[in-house]
């Protein structure tokens, strides 16, 4: 069963905590992507990499990280210098075709 | 400053008539554009795309038009069907980056039985 699992679905941390966020795909995609979707502002960039032990910032990587070990796993750490973490957070996969991207279900982060 | 545009934040429409999404965009290298189509709580999953050397692309009720002197690009859905509420997202991306897809903020579809 081919796809892009992402968990938890929901998680809750105290503020100045980090919290790393999973993504695991088995869809042998090369390129994976962070996105963070808020109300009214659709999906902003976060990070994307396009092969194993290489990734680029996006539009809002500020106080994010990520690592590119293997190609099935595109961990998203969420850094307490993320001034508002609280967003529900996608990860995606891309062939390599135009630009079409699958989706896996986000994750829910809320720092309380 | 918002490189994809959707203006209409949300749109409702009664069950079985026409659904017209509208999207604009700024950047003249977008050479490619998507929709996405997403519930709430889940990943959105592509919809239809269509190639600037084209202006119209047909998927059974979806159609996307492409008017590219006016950077604009239209979501078409006939009959509209209570299923298709969610939320709709334009996207674009370009020859020199494929890879890199700009979104637009989306628009909340309500269809109304």
């Known amino acids: 069963d081919g796809g892009i699992t992402q968990s938890p679905k929901y998680l809750f941390r105290k503020e100045g905590q980090n919290v790393t966020l999973s993504c695991e795909q088995n869809?042998?995609?090369?390129?994976m992507y962070w996105y963070r979707q808020d109300p009214g502002q659709g999906l902003r960039l976060i990070y994307y990499?396009?092969?194993?032990?290489?990734?680029q910032k996006g539009d809002i990587a500020e106080g994010y990280s990520v690592s590119r070990e293997k190609k099935e796993s595109f961990p998203l750490t969420v850094t307490s210098a993320q001034k508002n973490p609280t967003a529900f957070y996608l990860c995606a996969t891309n062939s390599g075709g135009f630009g079409e991207q699958f989706f896996g279900p986000g994750t829910r982060l809320t720092v309380l | 400053d918002q490189q994809v545009k959707q203006n209409s934040p949300s749109l409702s429409v009664q069950e079985g008539r026409i659904s017209i999404l509208n999207c604009d965009y700024t950047?003249?290298?977008?050479?490619?554009f998507l929709w996405y189509k997403k519930y709430p709580a889940e990943g959105p999953t592509f919809l239809i795309s269509?190639?600037?050397?084209?202006d119209k692309n047909e998927d059974g009720r979806f159609t996307v038009f492409l008017n590219k002197s006016a950077k604009h690009l239209s979501l078409h859905i006939v009959p509209s069907q209570p299923g298709d509420s969610a939320v709709y997202f334009c996207a674009a991306s370009s020859k020199t980056s494929y890879d890199k897809v700009i979104f637009g903020p989306g628009t909340s579809l309500s269809v109304i039985p």
């Open positions: 269509i190639s600037s050397i084209k």
């Open positions: 990499s396009q092969i194993v032990n290489d990734f």
């Open positions: 950047n003249s290298m977008f050479d490619y």
């Open positions: 869809l042998n995609h090369d390129a």
